[in-house]
């Protein structure tokens, strides 16, 4: 089973607009971090967010996490064409040392 | 350029061949990984290694077999493959084992098992 779900699946959005994805999980977690993948590329890593934490920002990317619901989001303000991938959120579960566990992704597409 | 680079980036084989995929990294990162890429799973972990000669095994980890002689490489071979390894390989490393370490991905094998 998943540790970390994202939702939606998929996103389409017009340039300018914000962008928000949610990610759920099941357990207690270390950190939580989301990435980003570009067809035909490998993923790369975006920001990560510790469990004492509640929310970080990068740029144009803005993390919130609500330990009490499990649950993360990432928002991207003032969307480009270039932010179209899909966007993968990552948990790390106590005791579970380096081992990420990804969740299923969601497909962003931001049209010009 | 450094970084983290993976071969071939295409490879078609069939049922019951050995193949084996290449993973090549130029940080000397102690860990490195294996993951596996399917449309509605996400990555899952295959294998990981936290040093030459250290590997251990990941969540779907059966029909697979790593080796880690050098810091630097850490190969995947599939000893007799099956249609249901037909899959995006996906290597990655961190510096450190720490939590807080951000792994650092190949661009993937995409490899077809006919």
């Known amino acids: 089973s998943q540790q970390g779900e994202e939702d939606p699946q998929a996103l389409s959005i017009q340039e300018g607009e914000n962008a928000t994805m949610n990610c759920s999980y099941k357990t207690s977690i270390n950190n939580l971090q989301w990435y980003r993948q570009n067809s035909g590329r490998g993923l790369v890593h975006l920001i990560l967010?510790?469990?004492?934490?509640r929310e970080k920002h990068s740029g144009r990317l803005r993390v919130t996490l609500d330990t009490s619901k499990k649950s993360s989001s990432l928002l991207i303000t003032a969307s480009r064409a270039a932010d179209t991938a899909s966007y993968f959120c990552?948990?790390?579960?106590?005791?579970?040392?380096?081992?990420?566990?990804f969740g299923a992704g969601t497909r962003l597409f931001v049209k010009a | 350029d450094a970084g983290i680079t993976q071969s071939p980036r295409y490879k078609i084989t069939e049922t019951g061949r050995q193949v084996t995929l290449m993973c090549h990294q130029t940080?000397?990162?102690?860990?490195m990984f294996w993951y596996r890429q399917d449309l509605g799973h996400g990555l899952r972990l295959i294998y990981y290694?936290?040093?030459?000669?250290?590997?251990d095994k990941g969540e779907v980890p059966d029909g697979y077999v790593v080796s880690r002689s050098k810091t630097e490489n850490f190969p995947l071979t599939l000893e007799s493959a099956t249609r249901s390894q037909t899959s995006v390989y996906f290597c990655a490393s961190s510096a450190t084992g720490s939590v807080s370490q951000p792994q650092h991905f190949g661009d993937g094998t995409r490899l077809s098992i006919l």
């Open positions: 290694s936290a040093a030459a000669d250290i590997t």
């Open positions: 967010i510790r469990s004492n934490e």
């Open positions: 940080w000397s990162h102690s860990y």
């Open positions: 990552a948990t790390v579960l106590p005791g579970g040392g380096f081992k990420t566990i």
